[in-house]
């Protein structure tokens, strides 16, 4: 079995790619965010920048901090929504003939993937599993939410909610991108599409902050050199690759087979690809890592409030040891 992306995989990802750096590139994704934290951000690089002006110097010329709003959930951008709809990202899967693209879930990995890697805000997962069930999914035009391991993402931006959110109560988010709730209802059985496409954002965020980390690396100097060069920084370079390639392997493979096992081992190497992988892409960093400029921690915060969903990490492990079970009996 071949495991090469064809001529026509790999120009769909390409041209997702190059579709998400005109419509959420790098400056977008900042704006959410400190729209998310309701200007706190920008006014306290205001009051960094604007500490050493004198006196009668103007708020408009640097001489104080902006006044910030009331931090509140994040909105959707309905006509980024729609602009995913428009270029077939929800109904990618959905037969030609009920109007969709009529793609498999090999070609819903790339582009999820491409979704990770951008940090694409929403409930992605969640609308594109509706397109061809709940009317207006799969053109962008009804956000949908569903119920995942006793969360839910995004339920103020929803117009169509897929389980029983009643009683959701709001939590505090570590990611400023994805506003959650919590339901007390009994947790539905994960599906293995919702599992698997998850485990395609993380590994797009794994192959992010490995390109951020060996370019930080090569670009960075320290001692008339590279920070690159010194053996303590290339190995966690190093590291961050070979878990995100293990992680590509397996999240490729599980697209072909569909297999829950195959699904579930994908799951926990994209989860610790991701998660380890920012990890270390911070340390590469430094300092620089975690300050609100950089890219590196929003990585770090998706990666792990997705690898809360669909109950867990533990549930993939657990399913994958009762698949191996028998083997080793």
Avoid at 126 to 146: D, F, I, M, Q, S
Wanted: aromatic share 4%; glycine share 12%.
């Amino acid at each position: 079995m071949r495991f090469r992306l064809t001529d026509d995989q790999r120009a769909l990802r390409d041209g997702v790619r190059e579709a998400l750096a005109r419509r959420f590139d790098g400056r977008a994704l900042r704006a959410a965010v400190e729209e998310a934290d309701g200007g706190g951000a920008a006014a306290a690089r205001g009051v960094a920048r604007g500490a050493g002006a004198g006196p009668g110097r103007s708020e408009a010329d640097g001489g104080g901090a902006g006044v910030a709003r009331a931090a509140g959930p994040p909105r959707l951008d309905r006509g980024l929504w729609r602009a995913l709809g428009d270029l077939g990202f929800f109904a990618l899967r959905v037969p030609e003939a009920d109007g969709g693209v009529g793609l498999g879930l090999a070609e819903a990995v790339l582009v999820f993937e491409e979704a990770g890697r951008a940090l694409l805000p929403g409930p992605l997962v969640a609308t594109h599993l509706a397109a061809g069930a709940v009317p207006g999914a799969a053109t962008g035009e009804t956000v949908v939410a569903a119920v995942d391991g006793g969360l839910v993402e995004w339920l103020a931006e929803a117009d169509a909610v897929r389980g029983d959110a009643a009683g959701a109560v709001p939590l505090r988010s570590l990611d400023p991108l994805t506003p959650l709730h919590r339901v007390p209802a009994a947790r539905p059985a994960p599906d293995p599409a919702a599992i698997l496409l998850t485990a395609a954002e993380q590994l797009g965020t794994a192959g992010r902050v490995c390109e951020l980390a060996a370019q930080h690396a090569r670009a960075r100097e320290q001692f008339g050199r590279p920070i690159g060069a010194f053996q303590a920084v290339a190995h966690l370079c190093a590291g961050i690759l070979v878990r995100a390639e293990t992680a590509r392997a397996a999240v490729y493979a599980a697209a072909v087979t569909a297999d829950p096992a195959d699904i579930a081992a994908a799951r926990i190497l994209a989860d610790d690809a991701a998660v380890r992988g920012a990890r270390d892409c911070l340390q590469v960093h430094g300092g620089m890592g975690f300050t609100w400029e950089s890219e590196v921690h929003l990585h770090l915060k998706r990666a792990w409030v997705r690898t809360q969903r669909a109950g867990g990490v533990t549930e993939s492990e657990e399913l994958l040891a009762a698949a191996l079970a028998p083997e080793t009996a």
